[in-house]
Every structure is written in structure tokens, then in C-alpha cells.
């Protein structure tokens, strides 16, 4: 994280550094990625980034058109970019996260995304304040230094395609599960 804040501090299109990444399949290509999704489970930032981020409770994204919604929830394939921002409304939950990735979507931001995970959130045991009980975003860590860097500040196509392919992927479980609970119990 530190190497990407020296890295990219003068790149005023990127606004956030994840920790963890998508699963992705990568040979001899740049270990660090652009792309347009925030993920908090470690990740770094720039104070003058963070200093826009003065909107820490204001739903945007719900009273503009529809293809902004559609992109915030990332081709919709996850609605629940946008639903945190609902349930923040309704005090069903109290998050900071979706606030700060709808501030760096406002102002078209791009994050960087590691090759692999660098972190894992342990709270998917069924103990974190905001999740659930699964392994699905727990990959296996690679304790590796990544040095291979992007000089392109463009959104990396094959990182676009392999979040698509983990929205599609959790999407299709969700709806099956769903389906299974409702027809066998």
C-alpha cells in the first residue's frame, strides 16, 4: 500500500488502494491493477482524496437516473452497492464504506486492486457487524511482494472482467441457494 500511495500520489484519477482483490488468473502481466470498485478490508487512501469526502450520509446515488444506479452497482450485477446506501437511510445498518465509494463514483475515481489479496476480512465468520457467515470472500493469502506496476492509468479490462465474473458467480449462488431453501423446506 505504501509503495502504490508513492506510486500514484500525483494521479489525481486515483482515489483508493484495496487490499483485497477479486479472484483473478494472471500470467507474466502488471501485479497491480486499475479499476473502479472500493473495497475497505485494508486499504489506503490520500488525505487530499479523502478531504472530498465530506457527504457521510447522503444517498446520491438513489435519486439520480438509472444508468448512474446501474454503473454504481457496477453493471448491476451487485445491487447491494446501492441497497447500503438504502439501509444506511433506514438506520438498518451504519457504514462509512459505501459513502466513501460513492464519493470517489461521483467523482469518476479509480482504485487499484493487487493481483491477489493481500488481506482477509475475518468478520465473514458470522462475527462482523456488516456481513455474513461465508468463505466466499476469503481467499487464500499470498504473503508475496507485488512489483510489477501499471503505468496505464486506464480501467484494466481483464480486472473489470473478473469482478464481473465473481458478481455473476455470487449472484448465481445467492439465487440458487435461494431457490433451494424455497422449494425443499
Not at 467523482?107 to 468478520?123: D, M, Q, W
Request: glycine share 4%.
Amino acid at each position: 500500500m505504501n509503495l502504490c500511495l508513492n506510486k500514484y500520489s500525483t494521479s489525481q484519477d486515483i482515489w483508493h488502494i484495496n487490499g483485497w482483490s477479486y479472484p483473478q488468473i494472471r500470467f507474466f502481466m502488471s501485479e497491480i491493477y486499475i479499476g473502479k470498485i472500493v473495497n475497505v478490508w485494508g486499504w489506503a487512501t490520500w488525505k487530499n482524496r479523502w478531504e472530498k469526502h465530506n457527504n457521510r450520509k447522503d444517498n446520491k446515488i438513489s435519486k439520480i437516473n438509472g444508468d448512474t444506479s446501474r454503473n454504481f452497482n457496477f453493471y448491476n450485477l451487485n445491487k447491494n452497492f446501492e441497497q447500503q446506501l438504502i439501509d444506511n437511510d433506514l438506520n438498518k445498518i451504519n457504514t462509512w464504506a459505501i459513502y466513501w465509494y460513492q464519493t470517489i463514483f461521483l467523482n469518476c475515481g479509480k482504485t487499484i486492486f493487487p493481483k491477489h489479496s493481500l488481506v482477509r476480512n475475518i468478520g465473514f465468520d458470522g462475527s462482523g457487524t456488516n456481513t455474513g457467515n461465508t468463505k466466499y470472500y476469503n481467499p487464500k493469502l499470498k504473503n508475496k511482494n507485488l512489483k510489477k506496476y501499471s503505468n496505464n492509468l486506464k480501467i484494466d479490462k481483464l480486472n473489470n472482467f473478473f469482478t464481473i465474473v465473481f458478481f455473476a458467480k455470487l449472484y448465481s449462488l445467492k439465487k440458487f441457494h435461494y431457490y433451494k431453501n424455497k422449494f425443499l423446506h
